[in-house]
């Protein structure tokens, strides 16, 4: 396969980050070349995240791969905080004038992006290696790979670093010019994939003794469950004798009842992590998704976050060529971490809402807890509580 040395826009990683803001420029015209470091199979084997903001929705749609989604996800207008043994719903359409979320899996939404790719038969490199990035800084940046051994160099205007927390973009930039914000939290989540009906029709999000509890799903016959679990916990101890009973002791007595159990065929432990760096852009370089920020997992809001930068990266690209002005790209940065610092703020909010922190620095041992009980019952007696809650949820609006 011969491949083309030149392109508009470079895009390093084909997660949904890079695989959406490909797909937003060949709608507009614009070249782009995605290099991914691993096979597409491997790409689609990874289970991460399952709800989607409207705007994300509504993004999906512009870039015309929402058909699936439509047909199979599944619209949420409300979701359940657990607490003290019972359930509270929050209405989260009631409270957002008629907003509401699309329960649709990240492996789903990146599957439709890929297709639409392969459709369009627009360029992507899988299983490039040893991606490296020269001079963003000046006028014509490269990219070199190599690919099945042999070393290729791909020109172009600007490169996009969509390749995730651990990618070569973010590390690519000279230490003095970029500022790195962190907290790790002192816990994980345990997820499985489990082909039984969900106990409720909405997610439930418990707040419990034992830890941290979460009821998804993907569908109505596949579940995705999580328990907050140690960060010495190997995947290994977790039978899935051990996840039921555990997920069980964590729910209300009624719930736990009904809750339908079976074989998971999948089971992870993700570490749970604040992290911004800034700014989002270097010269001719810029980050979007992960590769510029972590969020942990309790507002489901990390591909919603990845999906927005898009949307800010996408319209300053195409202003970009189309009317030869840089005011989007000069702003990108800027208008983009507002947005995340809000999103950021509500997922360390909802995880320090919900979750119990081990003995060690920072705990907040027994009246951290009752604070967060206290909070609870505040926060589901109060409207103007579960507005803020609400909105933060289905996403803040975007700066035009
Ligand atoms: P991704 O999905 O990490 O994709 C980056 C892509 O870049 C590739 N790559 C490289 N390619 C070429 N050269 C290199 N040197 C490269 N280095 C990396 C990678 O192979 C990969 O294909 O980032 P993107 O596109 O920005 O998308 C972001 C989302 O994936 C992410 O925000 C969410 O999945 C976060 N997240 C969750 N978010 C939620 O909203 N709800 C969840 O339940 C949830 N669970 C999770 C998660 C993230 C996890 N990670 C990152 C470990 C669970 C996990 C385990
Ligand atoms: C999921 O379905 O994987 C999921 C849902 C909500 C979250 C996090 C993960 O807050």
């Known amino acids: 396969m011969s491949l083309p040395t030149r392109t508009q826009v470079a895009i390093i990683g084909a997660g949904p980050s890079g695989l959406l803001l490909g797909q937003l420029l060949h709608q507009a015209g614009i ?13 689609l084997g990874r289970v991460r995240a399952g709800v989607l903001e409207q705007v994300s929705v509504d993004l999906l749609d512009e870039a015309g791969v929402g ?3 439509h047909r199979e996800g ?6 359940e905080l ?17 907003k509401s979320v699309m329960v649709y899996g990240q492996t789903e939404v990146t599957r439709d992006l890929m297709d639409a790719r392969r459709e369009h038969g627009a360029p992507i490199v899988y299983e490039a290696e040893d991606v490296a990035l ?9 990219v070199t790979f190599r690919k099945d ?7 172009c205007d600007h490169i996009a670093g969509c390749d995730g927390f651990h990618g070569v973009a973010r590390a690519s930039v000279p230490v003095g010019a970029i500022r790195q914000f962190e907290r790790v939290y002192p816990f994980g989540w345990l997820g499985i994939l489990a082909d039984v009906p969900p106990v409720s029709d909405e ?3 418990a707040n419990h003794a034992r830890g941290f509890a979460l009821c998804s799903m993907r569908s109505a016959s596949r579940v995705r469950l999580y328990v907050q679990c140690s960060l010495q916990d190997k995947v290994e101890d977790w039978s899935d004798e051990r996840f039921w009973a555990e997920l069980k002791s964590r729910l209300d007595p009624a719930t736990a009842e009904r809750l339908p159990t079976g074989p998971s065929f999948e089971k992870s432990i993700a570490p749970l992590r604040s992290f911004v760096a800034e700014p989002m852009r270097f010269g001719r370089l810029y980050l979007a998704g992960d590769a510029a920020h972590i969020v942990p997992p309790t507002g489901a809001k990390g591909l919603n976050l990845a999906a927005a930068d898009v949307r800010y990266l996408s319209r300053a690209l195409i202003e970009h060529y189309a009317d030869k002005s840089d005011a989007g790209l000069d702003d990108y940065s800027r208008k983009a971490l507002r947005r995340i610092w809000k999103a950021e703020r509500f997922s360390w909010w909802m995880t320090s809402l919900m979750h119990r922190f081990p003995a060690g620095p920072g705990d907040t041992g027994e009246v951290g807890h009752r604070m967060q009980t206290a909070e609870l019952d505040y926060l589901v007696h109060s409207q103007a509580a579960m507005t803020s809650l609400a909105e933060n949820y289905v996403g803040l609006p975007f700066e035009e």
Not at 31 to 38: A, G, K, M, P
Not at 149 to 155: F, I, N, S, Y
Request: net charge negative; no cysteine; aromatic share 6%.
């Open 31 to 43: 070249d782009n070349v995605i290099l991914e470091q691993r096979s597409a199979d491997y790409v």
């Open 67 to 69: 058909a699936r989604m």
């Open 74 to 79: 599944l619209v949420h207008h409300g979701i």
């Open 82 to 98: 657990m607490f003290s043994g019972e359930r509270h719903r929050i209405d989260l359409a009631a409270l957002t004038g008629g």
């Open 134 to 142: 020269h001079g963003f800084d000046g006028h014509a940046p490269t």
């Open 149 to 155: 051994g042999v070393e290729h160099t791909l020109a």
């Open 203 to 205: 997610l439930i999000y």
